[in-house]
């Protein structure tokens, strides 16, 4: 008998369950999943790093956690952590963000903002240039980064990409390290950030980094609030070198109802609904995890502890 701990909000269980009893099942593995188990009895943790599992230490026959997010900075640092972490990728959450990245790409592409019929009858044509005419660039190359500038290739754009190390994505000019990352932000007119928050990676979009972009991009945020200095972003807007930002993510959530980004004209802001995990595919993304711990083969998605993803 393999026993499995859901450790996550009492919705997610609700959520998750007959999804994770009836892959379990298919999979042909005899597991007992509870949200409740005596800790030196569990083999595998289902987790959220939200549950109110935080010390590891009592779970002495602990195979691996299989997070349900696809962040984990909160737990990678845990020195309680010693078995093996997995990260969630899942097909779902990509393709929910591909299609959110690509709709307000293409929204800042066209410019569909400023081409809102008025009420004034104030007529103002506006003609974009062709995705083919317009550089798009993708911070972070990961399972979402290149799956997002893949389809926007496809869609015609000039697409690079950037990543700490040097990635291989067809149809898109890949990049890397400090040298890639200024060559990077030099020519994108619209900026996607899919990074990782990681001390690397925090406060990345600075003023310096801000400055190297050119004169009206625009940026796009579903990846993690930390990424960027606020206050560095509001200045470039406020001055017109950075044109317009769309944000899903933030430092603070909910975004506290006095933040300047709310009141300003030039910023989008969306409720931190770029992509969700969906319960059917990820539970599958976690079957596969524990028939593959019970098979003696390598887990998915394994995290980099050092590099903090």
Not at 62 to 72: P, T
Not at 127 to 155: D, F, H, M, W
Not at 178 to 207: C, M
């Amino acid at each position: 008998m393999i026993n499995v701990l859901f450790a996550a909000k009492a919705d997610r269980w609700a959520a998750y369950e007959p999804h994770l009893k009836s892959g379990l099942a298919a999979a042909g593995l005899t597991a007992d999943l509870r949200t409740e188990f005596p800790p030196e009895e569990v083999d595998y943790i289902i987790y959220a790093p939200n549950s109110a599992v935080q010390d590891f230490t009592p779970y002495t026959r602990l195979k691996a956690v299989l997070n349900l997010w696809a962040g984990v900075e909160s737990v990678v640092g845990n020195p309680t952590l010693k078995a093996p972490l997995a990260r969630m990728v899942d097909p779902g959450m990509t393709q929910g963000m591909i299609e959110w990245v690509v709709g307000h790409v293409m929204r800042h592409h066209l410019g569909m903002d400023r081409n809102i019929l008025r009420q004034d009858g104030t007529w103002e044509p506006h003609i974009p240039p062709l995705a083919q005419n317009r550089r798009v660039t993708v911070l972070g190359l990961g399972e979402l980064g290149s799956a997002c500038a893949t389809k926007l290739s496809q869609l015609g754009f000039d697409v690079a990409g950037w990543s700490r190390r040097p990635k291989d994505v067809k149809g898109v000019t890949c990049l890397a390290g400090e040298d890639g990352l200024t060559a990077a932000l030099s020519r994108a007119d619209i900026l996607v950030l899919l990074l990782p928050k990681t001390p690397a990676t925090e406060n990345l979009l600075d003023a310096k980094r801000l400055a190297q972009m050119p004169a009206g991009a625009m940026i796009v945020n579903p990846g993690r609030g930390q990424l960027i200095d606020d206050e560095a972003l509001l200045a470039t807007l406020n001055s017109g070198h950075i044109a317009q930002a769309t944000l899903d993510v933030f430092r603070i959530e909910p975004l506290p109802a006095d933040h300047p980004y709310w009141a300003h004209p030039n910023v989008t802001v969306t409720p931190h609904i770029a992509s969700e995990t969906r319960t059917e595919t990820a539970s599958q993304v976690v079957v596969e995890n524990i028939r593959r711990g019970e098979a003696g083969e390598p887990f998915l998605h394994l995290v980099d502890r050092a590099a903090g993803y």
